[in-house]
């Protein structure tokens, strides 16, 4: 168990509606990070936050949103669903040391989202 | 920019075999880590191993074993004593030092597939 939790595992919903993902970081961890993974694009990373502030955008769809809250746990949210949004997400969280490169970031199981 | 890159898309093991998985790396950052994650068939992404840049050592943790060569900007993951358990995907992935975020950048990953 790697100590950051995801919720839901597992999400079908159809074109056009929207979804929130949920991530709760490992204790005392204030980076958070969002991932997407997709068969033919592989691990994409979409948005990093810190202590709720955003740090850093990748290759994030306007269509999609995230906020890192108070209690450091944080929620992507993804409208106008597509087909090609079904992937698995993943939310990863590492130690308060933002430029300290050498700690490791711990995943969470990941929410499988399908777009129908 | 960073990339990694793995050139084994699927690789076989006998049982209690040794393997080496391949990674590449290109980075223009002075310092940053190198990490290896496996993501068995139910998706979780499991860190394995990390090596920082200015680690004059080869990193080891139990079975696994990072072969850090700098000046070829490889990384290696070695892992011994092959067993079942093992066969899943292994992704390389790193992290620089640059401004305030310090997100991981993935390679391709390998299927590792471990065989009596």
């Known amino acids: 168990d790697s100590g950051v939790t995801q919720t839901p595992k597992h999400l079908i919903t159809a074109t056009g509606q929207r979804v929130t993902l949920r991530c709760s970081p490992r204790?005392?961890?204030?980076?958070v990070y969002w991932y997407q993974q997709s068969l033919d694009q592989g691990l994409q990373f979409l948005i990093q936050y810190y202590n709720g502030e955003e740090r850093a955008k990748g290759n994030i769809l306007e269509r999609f949103s995230a906020q890192q809250f108070p209690d450091l746990h944080s929620e992507l949210n993804l409208s106008s669903l597509e087909l090609g949004d079904s992937a698995l997400y993943f939310c990863a969280s590492s130690p308060r040391l933002l430029k300290d490169f050498n700690t490791e970031a711990f995943f969470g199981q990941g929410t499988r989202l399908t777009v129908v | 920019a960073q990339k990694i890159t793995q050139t084994q898309p699927g690789m076989f093991v006998q049982e209690k075999e040794a393997v080496t998985l391949d990674c590449t790396y290109d980075?223009?950052?002075?310092?940053?880590?190198l990490f290896w994650y496996k993501q068995p068939s139910s998706g979780e992404m499991i860190f394995l191993i990390y090596q920082g840049s200015y680690d004059q050592q080869n990193a080891t943790e139990g079975r696994y074993s990072l072969n850090f060569q700098k000046a070829r900007k490889s990384a290696n993951l070695v892992i011994s004593a092959s067993q079942l358990g093992d066969s899943a995907m292994y992704f390389c992935?790193?992290?620089?030092?640059?401004?305030?975020?310090?997100?991981?950048?993935f390679g391709t990953g390998t299927r590792l597939q471990v065989t009596l």
């Open positions: 204790s005392g961890d204030l980076s």
């Open positions: 992935a790193m992290r620089g030092n640059t401004g305030t975020a310090s997100k991981l950048t």
């Open positions: 980075t223009s950052d002075p310092s940053y880590g």
